[in-house]
């Protein structure tokens, strides 16, 4: 057929005819992955930059031509060891996940997929749910750059702009060209396959439904957790939005949270190479030291670009609820200084236990709240 009479170009095979490679040499296929990939396939070598000049010869679209044309010069900036990798940021709303995506998608190499899942809306989707199967085929696909089955999320995606405008490096691609072919499965899958790394950012979907991408050797999941008395704060005092149970409801919040400590066990015993567990706080408090960390965990290199991304948000200050551009040293704690004693006891009550297992210490009085010291060691077993 013809999808599968793929040439590979640039610098010879890598990983036998790897994906993004493959899929941007053959105009009229979408990229798709090898045989047995996902299904514990290993992979080996590191990603190659390509000769892109070949690619843009044969492409008969001229807008396509255009962007990239456009993309060539930072398509050169990306490191020649650049492993082909797939960070999945998994976590919840009002937790830090947006500054962690941004500092990964600022590698030059990334490919951001910002929340894939915003066409759910503010539910929280587990294993047990009637559409896990469409869920998980969703985010495999847009990990291997295969759009074809994905109508409703690029629907979705036309209208609400800021799916893809997160993704700055396939939006400035976009602005070249007329803005409906860019939400075309065919021109997504080119421009996307152009990057040997891939962030997705998940608030939606609970570590358990996340669990089968693991199946990818590709894939690291990185779960950033919060304290969850400030993450109530912050979905109480910071935005509007907040108003289905799911999302409003401390005990909601406590029973994903254990849920998803329970699933993070078993997958550090299962894949430990794979998974990782952050505190937002503790990436707030050194968010250089613990942004190398996490990039050393992916097998990437914290490149020049992560830093300038570091130094220009960490010294703005923005006061928006989904700014990124603010120091979080300084207001990491700002919770206890506004959030009502009784608010807070009402989510110690249902977080206790979790809380006590992630280091996070229980308030007895509004005292204790004002020492401004919530964060303690990780109680991991």
């Known amino acids: 057929?013809?999808?599968?009479?793929?040439?590979?170009?640039?610098?010879?095979?890598?990983?036998?005819?790897?994906?993004?490679?493959?899929?941007?040499?053959?105009?009229?296929?979408?990229?798709?992955?090898?045989?047995?990939?996902?299904?514990?396939?290993?992979?080996?070598?590191?990603?190659?930059?390509p000769?892109?000049?070949?690619?843009?010869?044969?492409?008969?679209?001229?807008?396509?031509?255009?962007?990239?044309?456009?993309y060539s010069a930072q398509h050169q900036q990306v490191p020649a060891s650049t492993p082909p990798v797939r960070v999945l940021v998994s976590s919840t709303w009002r937790s830090g996940s947006t500054l962690l995506g941004e500092v990964l998608a600022a590698h030059p190499g990334a490919?951001?997929?910002?929340?894939?899942?915003?066409?759910?809306?503010?539910?929280?989707?587990?294993?047990?749910?009637?559409?896990?199967?469409?869920?998980?085929?969703?985010?495999?696909?847009l990990l291997r750059c295969e759009y074809q089955l994905a109508d409703d999320y690029l629907k979705f995606a036309f209208v609400n702009h800021d799916m893809f405008m997160r993704n700055s490096r396939l939006w400035s691609m976009c602005s070249a060209m007329p803005r409906t072919k860019c939400y075309t499965p065919d021109t997504l899958a080119r421009l996307c396959s152009l990057f040997p790394v891939h962030v997705m950012k998940v608030v939606r979907a609970r570590l358990q439904l996340l669990a089968p991408l693991l199946s990818d050797p590709r894939v690291r999941l990185v779960w950033l957790v919060r304290d969850p008395r400030a993450v109530m704060n912050s979905r109480t005092s910071s935005v509007t939005w907040c108003q289905t149970r799911a999302c409003s409801d401390p005990g909601y919040l406590c029973s994903d949270l254990t849920a998803d400590f329970s699933?993070?066990?078993?997958?550090?015993?299962?894949?430990?190479?794979?998974?990782m567990l952050l505190r937002y706080e503790d990436l707030a408090r050194n968010p250089y030291e613990k942004s190398r960390e996490v990039l050393t965990f992916a097998g990437l290199t914290f490149h020049r670009q992560v830093k300038e991304y570091l130094d220009d948000h960490l010294t703005s200050d923005e006061d928006e609820p989904w700014s990124t551009r603010h120091d979080p040293r300084t207001r990491v704690a700002r919770w206890m200084k506004v959030m009502g004693f009784e608010d807070v006891v009402r989510t110690q009550y249902h977080c206790h236990s979790i809380m006590k297992s992630l280091g996070y210490r229980l308030f007895t009085s509004k005292a204790d709240m004002d020492t401004g010291n919530a964060v303690g060691l990780l109680n991991l077993p």
């Open 1 to 49: 057929m013809a999808r599968r009479r793929w040439l590979v170009v640039g610098l010879g095979m890598v990983l036998g005819g790897y994906l993004a490679l493959a899929a941007l040499t053959h105009l009229a296929a979408l990229p798709q992955s090898p045989r047995g990939e996902g299904e514990g396939s290993g992979w080996e070598g590191k990603y190659t930059l």
């Open 51 to 70: 000769s892109l000049e070949e690619v843009i010869q044969s492409v008969h679209d001229l807008d396509v031509q255009r962007v990239l044309r456009m």
């Open 111 to 141: 490919y951001y997929h910002y929340e894939p899942l915003m066409p759910y809306g503010l539910q929280q989707l587990g294993p047990t749910q009637s559409n896990q199967n469409e869920v998980e085929g969703l985010l495999r696909g």
């Open 263 to 275: 699933t993070y066990l078993v997958l550090k015993e299962t894949h430990p190479d794979q998974v």
